[in-house]
């Protein structure tokens, strides 16, 4: 029998009668990777506090379940919908106390929706503006409990063994390559509210129809033709399926910070996970990023601590823009507009050792075979790896990622001398 050797613990907390199916059916969902996970020697146990009389509450029940919280959850999930009850707030409260003060659990809290938005009644309401308001947490919303297992995978997908990467393609959740069972893409609220998404999905069925008819009367040609614009709409699908969970990547990224929640960033994500790229770029304008930087570059002269703080916030809008960017599949210059975002901040980064900024430009460069600039990039992070200074700030993991990487980059351009001694080095 395999031992345990990774126990993760997730507390759910919701209104006990109304989200009773959803609980349901996260228990199910929890339970299907269990079977999966524990022969991997992991364990996922979902804390969920069934209904319990005030007065057991008030005797015990809920010192206990504040306990667990506290002191062991490494996960806190919050649904509500028309109530956020007495006891659910304590336990947010908690939860979000116990993070600040030691790192965990992560707190995830969602509302469920009517017609796209939450149910504003005043307890809502308050709700809402204490967790934004008062805490500065990100909240995310959902109607239907699927969209709560993507943001638990993507939790997920940082602790179990192997870090097993998080995808979604052709309507597919995998974890790991591995499609994850329970799980239906078209019931994830940024993919059912994204109209660019539908649209494409409906031309591809558009197409496909036409094709098999063409296909029947023996018209060939059009068959080919047919093919051809089908094979260029399903490449932009798949492009804007991965770069929808890209957003909701992001969001987990602000989430996990633990810092107030900045308004306008929230409200850029909000409108990009609705599909609508026009409201969410015109938020964070590339001319205000070029100012920004411009200002920061000038400024920095008077003291590089002052404005660390400003650099990162600068690259976090940046990686907001960039991902807005990549969602517009429709623009035919975003790939000139993501590079000058990239570019426009790069300095920041390399002085705020935003590292992993710098890769994913590498990466974005590499992708779109811009290779003498891509390895002009990857060198000069792989230089600033060696730093003596840098020590802990990079782990051995990401070194070996830039290595191979670069070692890609150099075989792609006919250096295989230099690629073959950077992959033994990885």
């Not at 939450?118 to 809502?124: Q, R």
């Not at 308050?126 to 297992?149: A, Q, R, W």
């Not at 002009?376 to 790896?385: F, P, Q, S, V």
């Not at 990079?394 to 890609?408: C, I, K, T, W």
Request: net charge negative; charged share 30%.
């Amino acid at each position: 029998m395999t031992s345990i050797t990774t126990h993760i613990k997730i507390f759910v907390g919701s209104s006990i009668v109304e989200l009773e199916e959803e609980r349901y059916k996260l228990t199910s969902f929890i339970g299907a990777l269990n079977n999966k996970y524990i022969q991997r020697g992991a364990f996922i146990e979902l804390y969920i506090c069934e209904e319990t009389s005030g007065a057991m509450r008030e005797n015990g029940s809920q010192a206990q379940h504040n306990d667990y919280i506290r002191n062991e959850s490494d996960a806190a999930v919050f649904m509500f919908f028309h109530k956020a009850g007495r006891y659910t707030m304590e336990e947010l409260k908690i939860a979000r106390e116990a993070f600040l003060a030691g790192g965990k659990p992560n707190v995830f809290v969602f509302f469920k929706t009517v017609d796209n938005a939450p149910d504003m009644n005043d307890e809502i309401n308050n709700c809402i503006k204490t967790v934004f308001e008062e805490y500065g947490h990100y909240y995310k919303l959902f109607s239907d409990i699927d969209t709560v297992k993507l943001e638990l995978l993507q939790f997920l997908s940082d602790v179990l063994p192997g870090k097993p990467e998080l995808m979604i393609k052709d309507k597919q959740v995998l974890l790991g390559g591995e499609t994850v069972d329970q799980i239906s893409v078209g019931n994830i609220f940024a993919y059912q509210n994204n109209p660019k998404f539908k649209e494409l999905e409906n031309e591809i069925e558009r197409l496909s129809a036409e094709q098999i008819g063409a296909s029947v009367k023996g018209d060939f040609d059009s068959a080919l033709r047919i093919s051809i614009k089908l094979d260029e709409v399903r490449k932009k699908y798949r492009e804007l399926e991965k770069e929808i969970l890209g957003v909701l990547k992001l969001f987990a990224e602000e989430n996990r910070k633990g810092q107030k929640a900045d308004p306008r960033r929230m409200e850029a994500l909000r409108l990009l996970e609705l599909g609508k790229t026009e409201e969410a770029k015109a938020l964070i304008p590339q001319s205000e990023l070029d100012e920004r930087a411009q200002s920061v570059s000038e400024r920095e002269k008077l003291s590089q601590e002052l404005f660390k703080n400003e650099k990162e916030s600068l690259i976090e809008d940046a990686k907001v823009r960039i991902q807005i960017l990549k969602n517009d599949v429709d623009n035919r210059s975003r790939i000139e507009e993501i590079e000058r975002a990239y570019d426009s901040v790069y300095n920041a980064a390399v002085t705020s050792a935003g590292y992993s900024f710098i890769y994913e430009y590498a990466i974005f460069l590499w992708e779109n075979k811009n290779y003498p600039k891509s390895i002009k990039i990857a060198e000069r992070l792989n230089y600033l790896y060696q730093d003596p200074d840098v020590g802990d700030k990079v782990s051995d993991a990401e070194r070996a990622a830039l290595m191979n990487m670069l070692g890609v980059l150099y075989a792609d351009t006919g250096r295989p001398g230099d690629a073959e001694k950077l992959y033994l080095e990885a």
